[in-house]
């Protein structure tokens, strides 16, 4: 026979089934309690002790117990936090603002990365689908190509695992909540700024296989086409996860000066993917005796500590909201049974010396 903690455990988590885990539905006071069951105070502070171990309610000494809006029999409170990359400049400011959110919700965070390569994602999915977490903020693998894992996140889908995608979503899984900046809008802030500036020949640099890049090359050539500039498709360059491999890991700039000996033509400024290409751009510049701004303007996204490291501090779009919140706030609507819903967060230009 169950222990009598137990089974006064028993009726009070259907009490909260009852109450559909109301967020703030208080169960009545340990004295109650014990009167209603016959139960010593003890037996009953036991009880409540349980339920707040597994998350259902939260005790407020001299007040009472009251309802977390987690409902019995929910998923594990873990969630898995998937990245590109863990040494990416900006994913440790989005891991922390997202672990605070999760925090307070009483979840705690489990960190996976991918090198952006297929197979370790679907490896990590796999594991996933295997030992369940109770929700799964990601960042996909190379989300500017089709994606042989959509079976893997349809699955997880179909558990019942919440999913948000961070940075951007894959074609066909569209209907997966995703907080990205507005990429399309930062490149054509970008170029409308340098074509304020006086600029006419505009080059740009981007990656090709994380949907930012082609979304923010997109808008950049949008803005040059409606502010009645030339569009050179020689001037603009792409690379890779690969390419950014060699570039961080083994020094190879090679990409760099093929995109100044072959692409810069006569440009007088370049947009950059992100702060990280535009910083070993300005090393290559002054490097080959071209000076910045004077003779080429830079200008990139993110506002990261590179953009402020070298010797020419660059002018960058900086994110107005924590895109880690946001999205952890997303996540926690999900996991009170809620609705989520895609968000595209605005950018604001910091202007300094590089342009």
Not at 3 to 16: H, V
Not at 38 to 49: E, I, Y
Not at 345 to 352: G, H, K, Q, S, Y
């Given at each position: 026979?169950?222990a009598?903690?137990?089974?006064?455990?028993?009726?009070?988590r259907?009490?909260?089934?009852?109450?559909?885990?109301?967020?703030?539905?208080?169960?009545?006071?340990?004295?109650?309690?014990?009167?209603?069951?016959?139960?010593?105070?003890?037996?009953?502070?036991?009880?409540?002790?349980?339920?707040?171990e597994e998350?259902?309610?939260?005790?407020?000494?001299?007040?009472?117990?009251?309802?977390?809006?987690?409902l019995p029999?929910s998923?594990?409170?873990?969630?898995?936090?998937?990245?590109?990359?863990?040494?990416?400049?900006?994913?440790?400011?989005i891991?922390?603002?997202?672990?605070?959110?999760?925090s307070?919700?009483?979840?705690?965070?489990?960190?996976?990365?991918?090198?952006?390569?297929?197979?370790?994602?679907?490896?990590?999915?796999l594991?996933?689908l295997?030992?369940?977490?109770?929700?799964?903020?990601v960042e996909?693998?190379?989300?500017?190509l089709?994606?042989?894992?959509?079976?893997?996140?349809?699955?997880?889908?179909?558990?019942?695992?919440?999913i948000?995608?961070?940075?951007?979503?894959?074609?066909?899984?569209?209907?997966?909540?995703?907080?990205?900046?507005?990429?399309?809008?930062?490149?054509?802030?970008?170029?409308?700024?340098?074509?304020?500036?006086?600029?006419?020949?505009?080059?740009?640099i981007?990656?090709?296989?994380?949907?930012?890049g082609?979304?923010?090359?997109?808008?950049?050539?949008?803005?040059?086409?409606?502010?009645?500039?030339?569009?050179q498709?020689?001037r603009?360059?792409?690379?890779?996860?690969?390419d950014?491999?060699?570039?961080?890991?083994?020094?190879?700039r090679?990409?760099?000066s093929?995109?100044?000996?072959?692409?810069?033509?006569?440009?007088?400024?370049?947009?950059?993917?992100?702060?990280?290409?535009?910083?070993?751009l300005?090393?290559?510049?002054?490097d080959?005796?071209?000076?910045?701004p004077?003779?080429?303007?830079?200008v990139?996204?993110?506002?990261?500590y590179?953009?402020?490291l070298?010797?020419?501090?660059?002018?960058s779009?900086?994110?107005?909201?924590?895109?880690?919140?946001?999205?952890?706030?997303?996540?926690?609507?999900?996991?009170?049974?809620?609705?989520?819903?895609?968000?595209f967060?605005?950018?604001?230009?910091?202007?300094?010396?590089?342009?």
């Amino acid at each position: 026979m169950a222990a009598k903690y137990q089974l006064l455990a028993d009726k009070l988590r259907e009490e909260l089934r009852r109450n559909r885990g109301q967020s703030g539905y208080k169960l009545p006071t340990e004295l109650e309690l014990s009167r209603q069951y016959q139960l010593s105070r003890q037996t009953v502070r036991h009880t409540l002790r349980l339920l707040e171990e597994e998350g259902l309610i939260r005790r407020r000494q001299g007040s009472g117990s009251y309802a977390t809006g987690l409902l019995p029999g929910s998923p594990p409170r873990q969630i898995a936090v998937v990245t590109s990359f863990l040494d990416d400049y900006i994913f440790p400011a989005i891991l922390h603002d997202a672990s605070d959110v999760f925090s307070r919700q009483g979840y705690s965070t489990t960190v996976y990365a991918t090198e952006n390569q297929v197979s370790m994602e679907r490896g990590i999915l796999l594991r996933l689908l295997e030992e369940p977490m109770g929700g799964l903020l990601v960042e996909g693998t190379k989300t500017a190509l089709p994606t042989p894992n959509e079976d893997l996140y349809r699955r997880l889908c179909q558990a019942g695992t919440p999913i948000v995608f961070l940075h951007g979503a894959y074609a066909g899984l569209e209907r997966i909540p995703c907080v990205a900046d507005d990429n399309y809008g930062g490149g054509y802030q970008l170029a409308r700024y340098l074509s304020g500036r006086g600029h006419r020949e505009i080059a740009g640099i981007f990656k090709s296989d994380d949907i930012q890049g082609p979304l923010r090359y997109h808008g950049a050539v949008s803005a040059l086409r409606d502010a009645g500039l030339s569009i050179q498709d020689s001037r603009f360059a792409w690379y890779d996860t690969e390419d950014r491999r060699r570039l961080l890991q083994e020094k190879d700039r090679r990409l760099l000066s093929c995109f100044l000996r072959k692409r810069l033509g006569d440009a007088t400024a370049v947009i950059c993917y992100n702060d990280e290409i535009a910083y070993h751009l300005v090393q290559a510049l002054l490097d080959a005796g071209r000076r910045v701004p004077e003779d080429v303007a830079v200008v990139s996204f993110d506002n990261s500590y590179l953009s402020q490291l070298g010797p020419v501090p660059i002018t960058s779009l900086s994110h107005r909201s924590h895109m880690g919140r946001v999205a952890a706030e997303q996540m926690a609507a999900l996991l009170r049974g809620g609705d989520a819903r895609s968000k595209f967060l605005e950018w604001e230009l910091v202007i300094r010396n590089s342009g």
